[in-house]
């Protein structure tokens, strides 16, 4: 196990907020990851668990112990004619094995395409994206109990997955590291291309025999059409979840906004959290070195020296304009640190 000092977090997150972890490692296997959460415990050290940095605003210097997930490997462990379950380590670049799936001919997580971050991330966050959730494709994973270092198995109704919920950033949150994901893929595709721009962006391509690739190429065009490169500048993708509002307020916004976008689900009606930050009036709008993007009013980005703390005060802005304007207070699918 190798412990760092006073390491910059800069390359380890997508939002780039350069600042720095007291102690840092890397968990290639378990034993190093036991023996990293020993290490801290012996030392009442706080620790952060870190998988592709995708999903977490930096706030603050971490005076505890980083540690990297690196837990890596793709098993197929079952298989039938028409479905195949596959256990991917936690590790795992999310994009990199949803190509590695679709090579395979193994369909149902093309439309997750481009998603930023890891494997392991994927069930906490239920990570969704033109009509298909984590949900649909997991059958289990398994996750080290932090206090008692035992390995436990969780199915779908243990994750009580929620929309970009899961157990785990509520009851469970800081309890368990996961270390591998169970993913119930399909040999025969069942496509989904009905949602957002797909069905239009197939077209344009020319395509008249669907695939799992071709689906993955359209989303890919779709995403890279809206939403920044973390590389090229620093953002977490889409920085706050989708609203629902009750029915009876959804038609009393329509009233005074009839152009207002929204969706019926189970309980109410979905409403674009872009679209309402961009009434708002935040589209584009830059605040020193942060700010919202041009293209996609969900993305706030860091403009190559932006702090965590502006980052998180913009946030507030927004979600204090969206109240006044609409009644809605918006909620953020970025973990504060």
């Not at 350069?18 to 030392?43: I, V």
């Not at 291309?193 to 690739?213: C, E, F, P, R, W």
């Not at 304007?325 to 640190?337: A, R, T």
């Amino acid at each position: 196990m190798k412990i760092i000092e006073n390491l910059s977090l800069k390359p380890f997150n997508t939002f780039a907020i350069d600042k720095k972890s007291r102690f840092f490692t890397q968990a290639e296997d378990l034993d190093a990851l036991k023996g990293s959460l020993m290490w801290a415990k012996e030392r009442q050290l706080p620790v952060l668990i870190l998988g592709g940095g995708s999903n977490v605003l930096l706030t603050r210097d971490f005076p505890g112990l980083v540690i990297k997930i690196e837990l890596k490997g793709i098993e197929v462990i079952q298989e039938t004619e028409e479905e195949i379950w596959v256990e991917v380590g936690a590790g795992e670049n999310w994009h990199e094995w949803v190509l590695f799936a679709i090579k395979q001919n193994w369909a149902g997580i093309e439309n997750l395409s481009l998603i930023p971050g890891t494997v392991g991330a994927s069930p906490m966050q239920n990570i969704g994206a033109y009509g298909v959730e984590i949900k649909e494709v997991f059958e289990s994973l398994k996750a080290l109990n932090r206090d008692t270092l035992n390995m436990e198995t969780f199915d779908g109704e243990a994750c009580q997955f929620g929309y970009r919920e899961s157990v785990f950033k509520h009851e469970l949150k800081d309890r368990y590291v996961i270390t591998s994901v169970v993913f119930r893929l399909q040999k025969v595709p069942r496509f989904n291309i009905s949602y957002g721009a797909i069905q239009d962006t197939l077209k344009q391509n020319g395509v008249k025999d669907i695939s799992i690739q071709a689906v993955s190429d359209a989303v890919v065009e779709i995403r890279r059409s809206k939403l920044p490169d973390p590389k090229e500048i620093g953002n977490a993708g889409s920085f706050f979840k989708n609203p629902t509002i009750a029915f009876e307020a959804f038609e009393n916004l329509k009233a005074q906004f009839p152009s207002i976008p929204g969706y019926s689900v189970e309980n109410g009606v979905k409403v674009p959290a872009g679209w309402l930050i961009e009434q708002a009036g935040w589209k584009g709008k830059k605040i020193g070195e942060v700010g919202v993007h041009a293209k996609q009013a969900l993305v706030l980005v860091n403009f190559g020296h932006g702090d965590g703390k502006a980052i998180q005060s913009l946030a507030q802005d927004i979600q204090n304009s969206v109240n006044e304007k609409f009644g809605i207070f918006l909620s953020p699918e970025v973990n504060f640190v």
